[in-house]
C-alpha cells in the first residue's frame, strides 16, 4: 500500500485528469460538507432547546393540585385538591434519595409603595430551597433563609425590575417597602435570564405569606429537584412514584388526570431528544443520499479511468501483474480520492462553524458544532465510501483481457 | 523448450463457431529463433495467444519448459507469463507515463523486486540495447525503433524462457526494422528462445526457421539459412 510506484501511478492519472478529478473530488466533498453542515445545525438547534429551559433546573419537578375529575374514595368528582404544609414534609420523608431540593410556593400580589413610587407585583413565597430549583441569581444582597422562614420574617428579594421601578437610583437593599400596607424589608434583589416579566416578582418567605393571610398552611405548588445523577428513565419513575404517592395521600383516583399534576421537566427533554434525534436522522439520511451521489460520481470515473486505461492494463497483466494488484491500484485509487475530497469538505465546514458558529445565539439555534465523533465517523465513511465507488471498477479492471493488449485493433 | 500436441481451438461467433487451430504440433528447442508466418486469418495470432497464457487452448497440450499449461487461474497465469515469457508487441505498448527505465522495471516489479536492484537490473538491460543514454527519457520523447528496443529490454528484464513478439517490425521502417532484428538476432546468439510472428518475408528470413501457417494448420516447417540483419544496418 505505501508503495512508492502505486502512488506514481494514482497521482500520474489524476495529473492527467485533473478537471475530471476535481470534479467528481467536489461532490464527495460538497456531501460531507452539507452532511457535516446539517449535523452542526441539528446540534446548534439542540442547544438551542436545551438554552431556553435552562431558566429552570433542568431536573425539576413541579406538583400542582388541581380538580379532581372523577369520583373516588367516597368523594365526588369536582373536588378542589388543596397542598398543605404538611405535603411538603410527607414527601421530603417519603423520599429522602430521591429529592436533591424542595421548595413550596404561595402565590399572592402585591401592590408595592416606597416613598412616593408604586406598583403591582407578584409575589412567590417560599422556601430557601427554591433559589436553586429557579436558578434565581442574586446580584446582591442575598435570598431567603431557613431563619427567615422559622421567624416568619417580613423580608423580600425583589426583581431587578421592582428595583429600578421602585428605588430609581437608590440602593433598596435594607429599606422596607410596602407590600399592601405592611412593611417588607428588602434582603436582597435578583435577575432571571428568562424575561421582563420574571424581573417584576418578588420572593418571600412563604410562612410569612401564610401567617399574613389567616394563617393558613396552604401551598399552592410544590417545586423540587431529582437527584442529578438520574437518568431519564429514572427520573420518570420517580415523578410516576410521586404522582402515585401523592393521589392516594389525597385519595384521587390513579387514573384521574385533573387531580394532581405532577411536571417534570426530564418529560420535555424526553421531546426534546426525540425530536432532535428525528432531526438527526433525517440530517445523516441526506447527506448520505448526497453522498450517494458523489461516490456513484467517483464509481463512475474510475469506469472510465478504466476504460481508458484497458490496453495498460492489459500489458501490465501480459507483464505479469496479478489481479489482485490491478485490483489494488484501482481501490487505493478511489479511496485517495474520496478521502482528500473528503476532507476538504470537512476542513471547510469545519472552518466556517468555527468562524461563524459561536456568534449564532438565538432561543431556538445556538452554536452549531460538530464533535469529534462526527468527524471520526465521517473519515470511516469516506473510506467505505471510495472503496464501494472503485470495487466494481477495480473488479472490472482485473478482469481485462490480457489479449486486448496484443489486439492492436 | 515448447511442445505443443494436438492443439484445436475454436471461437464462437453467434450460432457458428469458427474452428481458428485445427490440430498443431509444433516443438521449439532451447536457443531457437522461430518464425511464424502466414495471412491474416491463417491463426498465427491465436496460436501466439496460447503459447503466450493469454489464451487458454480447447483441447491438445502445451508444454512449456517442462511445465504442463493447463486450467490456469487468473493468478497463476500472471505467475507464469512472469516468469517464463516476454513479450514484445507491434505498438510497442509502453506505459506512457513511466520513463524508460521504469518501463524495463516493470516486469522486475511484477516479480517483487526490491526498487534499488530493480532499477540496477533494468539499467543492465537497456544498456545492452544501446539506449541507456535514454533511461530517464517517457516513450513519447523516443523514435519508433528506441521505443521498440525498450520494449525489448522490458521483455527480457524478467529474464524469461521465451521471448514472443507479435509483428515486432509491423510499425517500423524497413531500415529500423533491420536494427530491431538485427538486436533480436543477438539476444538469440545469447541463447535465448525467441518466438516471432511476422508476415514479412524479409523478416522471416532472418530468423532460424520458418513455420508456415494457413487456416488452422501448419504447412510448412523448415530450417533456414540465417540471414543476418546486421549487413543492412
Not at chain 1, 373516588?72 to 429522602?96: C, V
Request: hydrophobic share 40%; glycine share 8%.
Amino acid at each position: 500500500m505505501f508503495d512508492r510506484d502505486i502512488w506514481q501511478e494514482i497521482f500520474n492519472t489524476l495529473k492527467t485528469n485533473k478537471l475530471r478529478t476535481f470534479l467528481t473530488g467536489f461532490s464527495v466533498g460538497w456531501a460531507i460538507f452539507i452532511l457535516v453542515m446539517l449535523l452542526a445545525s441539528v446540534n446548534g438547534m439542540q442547544n438551542g432547546f436545551v438554552g431556553s429551559f435552562n431558566d429552570d433546573a433542568t431536573n425539576s419537578i413541579f406538583v400542582r393540585p388541581g380538580t379532581t375529575s372523577k369520583a373516588y374514595g367516597g368523594f365526588e368528582a369536582g373536588r378542589r385538591i388543596q397542598l398543605k404544609n404538611d405535603d411538603l414534609e410527607y414527601i421530603k420523608k417519603s423520599f429522602p434519595e430521591d429529592i436533591e431540593y424542595i421548595s413550596a410556593r404561595y402565590y399572592a400580589n402585591a401592590t408595592a409603595r416606597y416613598k412616593s413610587e408604586t406598583g403591582s407585583y407578584s409575589v412567590q413565597a417560599t422556601h430557601p430551597d427554591h433559589q436553586i430549583i429557579e436558578k434565581t441569581v442574586i446580584i446582591s444582597g442575598r435570598y431567603v433563609n431557613e431563619a427567615d422562614v422559622v421567624n416568619k420574617a417580613k423580608v423580600a428579594v425583589i426583581g431587578r425590575k421592582v428595583a429600578e421601578d421602585l428605588f430609581n437610583k437608590e440602593d433598596p437593599l435594607g429599606k422596607f417597602v410596602e407590600f399592601n400596607g405592611l412593611p417588607f424589608r428588602v434582603i436582597g434583589v435578583f435577575t432571571d435570564d428568562g424575561d421582563d416579566n420574571a424581573e417584576r416578582r418578588v420572593y418571600a418567605p412563604v410562612s410569612t405569606y401564610q401567617r399574613i393571610y389567616g394563617n393558613t398552611n396552604n401551598i399552592n405548588m410544590i417545586a423540587l429537584t431529582y437527584n442529578p445523577t438520574y437518568d431519564l428513565s429514572k427520573a420518570l419513575e420517580f415523578s410516576g412514584r410521586l404522582e402515585d404517592l401523592m393521589k392516594r395521600r389525597h385519595k384521587i383516583d390513579p387514573d384521574d388526570q385533573a387531580g394532581l399534576y405532577v411536571w417534570n421537566y426530564a418529560e420535555a427533554f424526553d421531546d426534546i431528544s426525540s425530536f432532535t434525534a428525528v432531526l438527526k436522522g433525517i440530517g445523516i439520511g441526506v447527506g448520505f443520499l448526497i453522498l450517494i451521489a458523489g461516490i456513484v460520481g467517483i464509481g463512475n470515473i474510475m469506469v472510465f479511468t478504466i476504460k481508458e486505461r484497458t490496453k495498460e492494463i492489459g500489458v501490465r497483466k501480459a507483464l505479469g501483474a496479478r489481479p489482485r494488484q490491478i485490483v489494488n491500484l484501482v481501490l487505493l485509487e478511489s479511496v485517495f480520492i474520496t478521502t482528500i475530497s473528503g476532507f476538504v469538505g470537512l476542513l471547510f465546514a469545519w472552518i466556517i462553524l468555527a468562524a461563524i458558529g459561536p456568534t449564532i445565539e438565538t432561543p431556538a439555534f445556538s452554536n452549531p458544532s460538530v464533535e469529534l465523533s462526527t468527524v471520526v465517523t465521517a473519515t470511516i465513511i469516506l473510506i467505505i465510501a471510495g472503496v464501494l465507488a472503485g470495487l466494481l471498477p477495480a473488479m472490472k479492471a482485473a478482469n481485462v483481457k490480457p489479449i486486448v493488449a496484443l489486439s492492436d485493433k | 523448450m515448447i511442445e505443443i500436441k494436438d492443439l484445436h481451438k475454436s471461437y464462437k461467433m453467434g450460432s457458428n463457431s469458427l474452428h481458428v487451430l485445427k490440430g498443431i504440433n509444433f516443438k521449439v528447442e532451447e536457443g531457437e529463433l522461430v518464425a511464424i508466418m502466414g495471412s491474416s486469418g491463417s491463426g498465427k495470432s491465436t496460436l501466439l495467444n496460447i503459447l503466450g497464457m493469454l489464451d487458454g487452448a480447447d483441447t491438445g497440450e502445451y508444454t512449456l519448459d517442462g511445465v504442463p499449461i493447463k486450467n490456469l487461474s487468473e493468478t497463476k497465469a500472471a505467475q507464469y507469463r512472469n516468469k517464463f515469457l516476454g513479450f514484445i508487441f507491434q505498438s510497442f505498448n509502453l506505459i506512457n507515463y513511466k520513463s524508460a527505465l521504469e518501463n524495463v522495471a516493470l516486469p522486475l516489479y511484477y516479480q517483487k523486486v526490491p526498487r534499488k536492484e530493480r532499477q540496477e537490473k533494468a539499467m543492465k538491460y537497456l544498456e545492452r540495447v544501446g539506449l541507456k543514454p535514454w533511461a530517464g527519457h517517457l516513450p513519447s520523447e523516443l523514435s519508433g525503433g528506441q521505443k521498440q528496443r525498450v520494449a525489448i529490454a522490458r521483455a527480457m528484464a524478467a529474464e524469461p524462457k521465451v521471448l514472443l513478439a507479435d509483428e515486432p517490425t509491423g510499425a517500423l521502417d524497413s531500415k529500423t526494422s533491420y536494427e530491431v532484428m538485427d538486436l533480436i538476432q543477438k539476444i538469440n546468439d545469447d541463447g535465448n528462445t525467441i518466438l516471432v510472428v511476422t508476415h514479412e518475408e524479409d523478416i522471416a528470413h532472418m530468423c532460424k526457421r520458418i513455420v508456415h501457417l494457413k487456416d488452422g494448420v501448419i504447412v510448412e516447417d523448415k530450417k533456414i539459412e540465417q540471414v543476418r540483419a546486421e549487413q543492412y544496418v
